[in-house]
């Protein structure tokens, strides 16, 4: 008798997991059981990337599926899913290929030809506002202020430099980005902000800072991240989830690097910063309102959100996506990669 088809879900192995993590496992491993698959958890860490060469766990006669977290393709191309926590806290992405700019799923501009505008203005409204309010973030913030900056600054928010939004989605580093935005800045005497990741740990990033802060019209600021976006003319990142949370502020974004939200940006590497800073300063009615049906498509119909109550409809469009990737690879009818 031929047992049950194997799934493996390599995740990234923590000290604790948050409840939204825990909820999405919940439904992500309950739907892998109800699809048929026998699921067998392989948790992987930066100092134990393959703990599955130890494994003697043998799937049988059926052929196993792969989903790894936390990583793409290029990392480990034997997967056959991919998933992440994308830029709020609660929600993810299950892609074949990967996450952020490697899903095969965004690999060109989706269609939201259907997104009702009137919706996604009232949807961004209402979180926009709630972040205001709040403060809250992807990491932990200050109480919302008002910045102290002369008007139309344009927002800095730098990233980990050894990120793998970095590392793996990025022709620039963090380093020369700012090197880069700030050496703009100067020349043109445009005002900058620059906030420093709550996390940084790299001793040049912070020198860099300390260096062209120096300068009369470039400032840094740890206030909270919706306070420096609300406050800002426009954004200039690599791909951090700032960028993403300027778009729903309704604020313009430029980017250096890969994401999947670059569709609704003005893509800068390489290009005249002159032109990003036109973008920001001429950023129209049109241009604003693509970019709320882009991000109401993207958290409503995109990402699997485990914020809410909604576990049920969350729970249908997993067991869906995930017997569309994995069922033909599992029955021989598709290869991987």
């Excluded at 059926?62 to 191309?77: D, G, T, W």
């Excluded at 430029?254 to 002159?274: A, E, I, P, R, S």
């Amino acid at each position: 008798m031929t047992r049950a088809p194997t799934a493996y879900v390599r995740n990234l192995r923590r000290r604790t997991k948050d409840e939204l993590r825990l909820r999405f496992e919940h439904l992500l491993f309950g739907c892998l059981a109800e699809l048929g698959f026998d699921v067998v958890e392989q948790s992987w860490s930066p100092d134990d990337p393959e703990p599955w060469l130890r494994d003697r766990h043998r799937s049988g006669d059926a052929r196993p599926v792969i989903l790894y977290e936390h990583l793409s393709r290029n990392q480990k191309p034997d997967g056959d899913a991919y998933y992440m926590e994308m830029y709020l806290n609660g929600t993810f992405t299950l892609d074949r290929d990967g996450w952020g700019p490697f899903q095969a799923s965004m690999r060109n501009m989706p269609d939201i030809s259907h997104v009702n505008s009137a919706d996604s203005v009232a949807y961004c409204a209402e979180l926009s506002e709630t972040w205001v309010r709040s403060g809250e973030s992807k990491y932990s913030q200050p109480t919302p202020k008002t910045i102290s900056a002369p008007q139309g600054y344009i927002f800095l928010p730098l990233q980990l430099s050894a990120d793998d939004a970095i590392v793996c989605h990025s022709e620039i580093g963090v380093s020369e980005f700012l090197h880069q935005v700030a050496a703009w800045a100067v020349r043109t005497d445009r005002p900058l902000v620059i906030k420093l990741h709550p996390y940084n740990d790299d001793p040049a990033v912070a020198d860099a800072v300390r260096f062209w802060t120096q300068k009369s019209n470039i400032y840094q600021s740890q206030e909270n991240v919706h306070s420096l976006i609300c406050q800002a003319a426009g954004i200039i990142t690599i791909n951090s989830g700032c960028g993403f949370e300027a778009l729903v502020h309704g604020k313009p974004v430029v980017t250096f690097g890969q994401c999947d939200y670059k569709w609704v940006t003005f893509m800068g590497l390489g290009v005249n910063l002159d032109l990003a800073a036109a973008y920001i300063d001429g950023y129209s009615p049109e241009q604003r309102m693509r970019a709320y049906n882009w991000v109401n498509y993207y958290l409503t119909e995109h990402a699997l959100d485990v914020r809410g109550e909604a576990w049920a409809a969350t729970g249908a469009r997993l067991k869906s996506r995930l017997g569309r990737i994995l069922l033909p690879v599992s029955e021989g009818l598709s290869e991987r990669g």
